[in-house]
């Protein structure tokens, strides 16, 4: 009924498992040594080039490349060992696909890496921001289909997630409908956002106008982007909002825009020494980039005119800025030389009592 104790047994299995565990030691450290050597030479030899290209790669695929090597040695150790063999198997079927995916993670973060360290050095503006949209949204890309494929590949290792995979694989149909009715939303985003990486409808770093917030893109994701507005507020706005509606980009080519200011007078004042003022004021500041500096009477009204001062400066915020000197520039000029052009609607109570008293 019960097997009879053999000490020799137990002696068999522990120098069965003390040749397994030998076998792994020495395994990992043949690995570790071929590791260093291996990127002692490499590294001397990235060291001889003035580009930091090589360096980053070598950072970010290093310890991947390490414990890839390791796996190595010990599956072929245990190839000798039918002991070390079978516990070993099983568990390499999860190590072999997460090193993989390690390795190709490690090398979309070098490259990417890479691609925004030669975009500091270029001179366009508008140019870093367009590469550096589609590196951020390809790179996205790259590592959530990694991710999917690691996992997918290390769950097929268990049996019983294989079986269900090779019934629903039977009925493709049926499963394609479902899984696409379900990711529905996921897919729409994905594509949203590759979308955007190729037509670059806005890039990171431009001034929109979302849903009536203005603000500079900050993040692009692919499920959604974040605008970022002036008083630091952090607009969260679906990647396919922005395909299926209209907005503002101000920044598409260059920031260089023309603002309006807008004045209201009575109808008495006199346009020309205005305009000279304007012209004079724009001529003298610093921000005025020299394309337009334009006064016109847009609208008449039978108690007040409507003056548009048009401006123009290289960057957006010194549009903003030039805007706002030349309103309170103006309006003191006003006050100044011409205080009957300023609309009033006040009620003198003292002055009208003065007059009635007379």
């Not at 009925?171 to 590759?194: D, F, H, M, V, Y």
């Not at 770093?205 to 893109?217: A, E, I, K, N, S």
């Not at 603002?259 to 007078?265: E, M, N, T």
Request: overall charge neutral; hydrophobic content about 50%; some cysteine.
């Amino acid at each position: 009924m019960f097997e009879r104790y053999d000490p020799r047994n137990w002696t068999i299995a522990w120098d069965e498992l003390g040749t397994a565990a030998l076998a792994i030691v020495l395994a990992s450290a043949v690995a570790y040594v071929l590791y260093r050597v291996v990127f002692a030479v490499v590294i001397r030899l990235a060291r001889q080039s003035d580009s930091p290209v090589d360096d980053l790669i070598l950072q970010r695929i290093r310890h991947p490349i390490k414990w890839s090597l390791i796996a190595v040695a010990v599956t072929v150790a245990a190839q000798n060992d039918p002991l070390m063999h079978q516990y070993w198997e099983p568990v390499a079927q999860f190590v072999r696909p997460a090193l993989l995916g390690w390795i190709a993670y490690s090398l979309v973060k070098a490259f990417t890496a890479v691609l925004e360290l030669r975009l500091d050095q270029a001179a366009d503006p508008v140019a870093v921001r367009s590469r550096r949209t589609r590196i951020a949204i390809l790179s996205r890309t790259a590592t959530i289909a990694i991710i999917i494929i690691t996992i997918g590949l290390m769950l097929l290792a268990i049996p019983s997630v294989k079986s269900i995979g090779t019934t629903l694989l039977a009925s493709a149909g049926l499963a394609a409908l479902a899984i696409g009715a379900a990711a529905q939303p996921a897919l729409k985003s994905l594509i949203a956002g590759l979308q955007i990486a190729i037509t670059e409808p806005l890039r990171l770093g431009d001034l929109v106008v979302v849903d009536g917030h203005t603000g500079r893109v900050e993040e692009i994701h692919m499920a959604y982007i974040i605008v970022r507005t002036w008083d630091e507020r952090a607009i969260v706005v679906p990647t396919a909002q922005i395909l299926d509606h209209s907005f503002e980009n101000w920044s598409r080519k260059n920031e260089q825009l023309t603002g309006p200011i807008f004045l209201h007078l009575d109808p008495i004042a006199e346009i020309d020494p205005i305009r000279a003022e304007f012209e004079r004021f724009v001529g003298e500041h610093e921000l005025w980039d020299g394309r337009t500096a334009q006064l016109l009477m847009t609208n008449a009204y039978p108690e007040s005119i409507e003056l548009r001062l048009s401006v123009s400066a290289r960057t957006i915020a010194d549009v903003w800025n030039l805007r706002c000197a030349v309103r309170e520039h103006m309006l003191a000029w006003l006050r100044k030389e011409q205080p009957e052009a300023l609309i009033r609607h006040r009620l003198e109570v003292e002055a009208a009592n003065q007059r009635v008293g007379q």
